[in-house]
């Protein structure tokens, strides 16, 4: 492998004798008839035979020219001819916006920038419509009149992505986080959330983003660890040579603030801005910290932001952006639990509270040596902090198998208290370089920290014995296993570091008839992750009841140093459960861009090298606590793609690859990690990775400037795809398997972005529709083993299924949205977008235990249904500086349910319950915005 990466270098160092190109693109408008588009312009690079014609909507492009000032000449007959000098700089486009009229244009009527192909709406579309893969993108300037707030929302203004109001993530068509990959400016970023592969995109707010691209098939510059899509965020660097901007946003969730007193953990005394600091340790905690919950009056939502930065004489910028903001939420519903048919947990009032506060920071400077070379650095730092309260029970009706054996007599509630902190530290430095006349060269190198902390996390599971006509209701201790009173912390510390180099070199290129690219580069990525999670449970000595809470509120009156020293508790200390992880990626790449006339073939290919490596000691792993698991991955990932430009309005392209989905660190990772509704989700030290194989079709028309028409067909095949699954048996686990040896996905995607009404006019507005829509047809067989003497060894068949549909897929995708603008002095903006998916297995059943004979005792799939999310925003400058926004999410307020089949053991009969319900309330805030 070292050989190979050093190969690969020397490689890409022989063509640096290299530059890229530019572009120029713009947009004609006629001065005599409102402004209007103005097509048929001739455009004519002064003193060569380079010219064009502006198309229909007045648009017209120049690409690949070589960097260096030009002297374009605009003309039409009966129209001022006019020359403009502009200066095309390497990998950016130059765009010049000019009005023709009879008279020579005012310098104010030509509008000239020098931007990133990321950042102008007339650029990102004309990248669209000469890219040759299927990648859409969405850039600040069309997310500001959105009124987006982060990257969450933008993802799903783009076709075939959504995201979920119950799980927060983005599903890119209709497949969530396992088949995602997410990039920063192009390298890899950790996940805040260790239970999940990519980061939350909602802690970028749009203010750092500069665009969101969406890649939807595989290319092999990227990481083949891929099936859907690949995201990557462009954060922004000083636009200008200073700003300096500030925004604060005030609101509530509708539910958060009818809590008269909204629970907080007993941790709040250690949290300050946003940051848990304590010097106790979670076992001095047992006696010397409360056990108990507190509250606020005031679950108020805010948030705030200041961004500052300026340009340092020619070539050096910087720029400064922090945040943060609290957002609270309470929800209250169903939490039901079936094991094996038979019910094993029963609340009807299983209540979350929620506070969670983020803290950004970005600092990025750029130096530009020349026009030919360009380093940039920046350090981004998020501090998430989750503070969290779960309590059911409440209501005197709940029920727990293995605690209640006569729910008559006795209820069970539970409290689980746990705050978690985030931490993520991302740092980047990239040069941008040309050097002879043929290449440009790209580079980038980052190191990322990630550290993951549940510091105290407490728990209380207590039966409360109901009153009767001679005795009181009384509190007794659940002691089933010594830890059902406890607290615990968990650390996890991930570093990652990463470096990225490509080179593109222009064969050669004959006008627009033919041309040659070649691009070769590598990545690499070395990922560590150091696991600790140790308990402390108190335990009652002797039978039940000797220890008695005075009230459910006041449990921790009894967890007193006293009880310890009276014999009357004791102290229950785990050994510590630990897994350190390993990750180690190496890869090189290479492709060949060949076009010729109206076609254009990219044909290239990825060679990967994964290698995972997890070595723990945790109780109650199969084998024994001490283990160790090692998985390589070795393999060439091929990569097709083809545009045929009918026309300027018509592209058709196709593309196929191959590409694989890793298992993380906690899928492989024997740890069960114990959620506040008491469901347990362990690893699986057998899980091996699945490779896919995928095929797109796609027709797209460009009616005008803003519009775009799109059909898309795609096919993906899954070999050994993974699951989360019961595992059999009575153990009512969760975990991770290749449930099958295949699936298929067969999708249609379709989308409109139209404008309804367009005006010119000063007091004129224009209304936009967009629209995309999902249809998919997923389906997996359930694998069986047998044994040497035909027995079955293993089996994911359950209640006479051998096939079922994908984990995580939705058979439909809705997106909509409508945009109103005005083109008045002080423009208002409101837009309306609404989102439904529909149902989606969010676990797949399991088989009886192989030992028993009653085929009854299997589990159904657990079944997400589908919901429609609606939002709503508006805007209104109040003058040059300040703009007011309102802003309402989750309107129709809906009900979140999971559902499971369950079959009665007395008749056989099967009927469906609801086994989780909730809503999360709408929310509602009013901000504004200064410019200075």
């Known amino acids: 492998m070292k050989q190979f990466l050093i190969a690969l270098v020397f490689l890409t160092t022989a063509f640096s004798y290299a530059q890229d190109t530019g572009s120029i693109v713009g947009k004609l408008t006629d001065k005599e008839y409102n402004n209007e588009s103005l097509a048929f312009a001739n455009i004519l690079i002064k003193g060569t035979t380079k010219g064009t014609t502006s198309d229909m909507d007045g648009l017209y492009a120049f690409e690949n020219l070589e960097p260096g000032t030009y ?32 008279s020579a244009a005012a310098l104010s009527e030509i509008v000239i920038t020098t931007t990133s192909r990321k950042d102008s709406e007339v ?5 669209q419509r000469n890219a040759v893969e299927i990648k859409e993108s969405i850039g600040s ?8 707030s982060d990257a969450a929302t933008a993802a799903t203004k783009i076709s075939g992505v959504s995201s979920s109001e119950a799980s927060g993530d983005v599903y890119v068509r209709g497949l969530g986080d396992r088949y995602l990959y997410t990039t920063l400016n192009g390298m890899t970023v950790p996940s805040d959330n260790v239970d999940k592969k990519n980061i939350d995109l909602g802690l970028f707010p749009t203010r750092l983003v500069q665009s969101i691209s969406i890649s939807k098939n595989f290319s092999p510059e990227n990481s083949s660890d891929q099936s859907s899509g690949s995201i990557d965020i462009t954060s922004r660097s000083l636009n200008g040579i200073n700003e300096l901007q500030f925004g604060f946003e005030s609101g509530l969730n509708t539910q958060a603030i ?32 409360s056990w108990d919950t507190e509250s606020t009056t005031l679950p108020i939502d805010y948030s705030y932001t200041l961004t500052a930065g ?62 030919n070379h360009n380093v940039r650095a920046l350090s981004l730092f998020v501090n998430k902090l989750t503070d969290q309260v779960f309590e059911a029970g409440r209501n005197r009706d709940g029920f727990v198998f293995e605690e209640v054996n006569d729910p008559d007599s006795y209820s069970q509630y539970v409290v689980d208290q746990n705050t978690i902190q985030t931490r993520l530290w991302i740092n980047q430095i990239m040069g941008d370089h040309q050097i002879g006349t043929r290449n440009h060269l790209t580079w980038g190198y980052g190191y990322n920290q990630m550290d993951a902390d549940e510091p105290n996390r407490i728990r209380n599971e207590v039966n409360i014995k109901k009153p009767t006509d001679t005795e009181a209701e009384t509190i007794e201790l659940a002691n089933q296993g010594g830890t059902q009173q406890r607290k615990s912390f968990q650390d996890i510390e991930d570093s990652e570091y990463s470096a990225r180099i490509k080179d593109v070199f222009n064969v050669f290129e004959n006008d627009t008839i033919s041309s040659l690219k070649l691009t070769v580069g590598g990545n690499y990525r070395y990922k560590t992750r150091d696991f600790e999670s140790q308990v402390y449970g108190v335990d009652e000595i002797g039978a039940p009841g000797q220890v008695v809470p005075p009230s459910i509120d006041d449990i921790g009156s009894v967890f007193t140093q006293e009880n310890f020293d009276n014999g009357s508790l004791s102290l229950v200390q785990q050994l510590p459960d630990t897994y350190n992880g390993e990750l180690n990626s190496a890869s090189g790449f290479l492709s060949l861009n060949y076009s010729i006339n109206k ?171 967009g629209f995309n829509f999902t249809r998919m047809w997923h389906t997996q067989d359930l694998r069986t083993f047998y044994n040497d003497n035909g027995s079955i060894a293993n089996t994911f068949t359950y209640n006479g299924k051998d096939e079922i549909g994908l984990e995580g897929a939705s058979d439909y995708i809705v997106n909509a949205s409508l945009n109103f603008s005005t083109n008045w002095e002080r423009a208002f903006n409101a837009n309306i977008s609404g989102n439904y998916a529909s149902d989606k297995i969010y676990a797949l059943g399991s088989a009886p235990d192989s030992q028993t004979t009653q085929s009854n005792l299997y589990n159904n ?57 909730y809503k999360n309330g709408a929310t509602i805030s009013l901000g504004v915005n200064i410019n200075f």
């Open 258 to 289: 009818g809590q008269s007193k909204f629970k907080r953990t007993a941790n709040q005394d250690d949290i300050s801005f946003g940051f848990y600091s304590s010097n106790m340790t979670t076992k001095d905690a047992i006696t010397q910290q």
């Open 123 to 127: 650029a990102l579309l004309l990248e």
């Open 861 to 917: 799939e657990i079944i997400e249904k589908g919901f429609v999310v609606l939002n709503a925003t508006f805007s209104q400058e109040l003058s040059d500086n300040i703009d007011l926004s309102f802003k309402a999410f989750n309107l129709l307020n809906p009900e979140i349910k999971r559902t499971q089949d369950v079959r009665s053991i007395a008749t056989g009969t099967e009927s469906t319950e609801t086994i989780r319900s």
């Open 599 to 769: 076609f254009n073939f990219i044909l290239g290919a990825r060679y990967q090298n994964d290698e995972i490596i997890v070595d723990y000691n945790v109780g109650n792993a199969p084998g024994g606590r001490d283990g160790s698991v090692t998985k390589n991955y070795d393999n060439i990932y091929p990569a097709l793609n083809v545009r045929y430009a009918l026309n300027e309005k018509n592209n058709f392209r196709l593309a196929a690859s191959k590409t694989i989905t890793l298992p993380e660190f906690k899928e492989i990772a024997p740890f069960g990690y114990v959620s506040p509704t008491n469901q347990v989700v362990v690893g699986n030290t057998g899980l091996e990775a699945s490779n896919v194989y995928n095929f797109d079709i796609k027709w797209e028309l460009f009616p005008s400037r803003k519009e775009l028409i799109s059909a898309t067909g795609f096919y993906k095949y899954i070999d050994n795809p993974i699951n989360r699954t019961l595992d059999r048996g009575s153990s009512g686990y969760f975990s991770f398997y290749n449930t099958s040896d295949r699936a298929q996905v067969i999708g249609l995607e379709l989308e409109a972005d139209l404008g309804l009404v367009s005006s010119t006019e000063d007091n004129g507005y224009n209304l936009d529709l």
């Open 310 to 371: 300026t340009k340092i004489g020619d070539k050096f910028k910087v720029l400064f952006s922090g945040s943060q903001s609290s957002d609270f939420e309470y929800n209250e519903g169903t939490f039901q639990q079936f094991n094996r048919n038979l019910l094993d947990v029963n609340y009807t009032d299983a209540t979350n509270y929620s506070n969670t506060i983020s803290t950004t920071g970005l600092v990025d400077m750029s130096y530009d040596f020349d026009d």
């Open 141 to 148: 300037i069309e997310l500001a009149k959105l009124g987006v």
């Open 71 to 102: 002297t374009l000449i605009y003309s039409f007959v009966g129209y001022e001819t006019q020359e403009i000098p502009l200066t095309v700089v390497v990998g950016k486009v130059t765009e010049a916006n000019v009005v023709m009229g009879a």
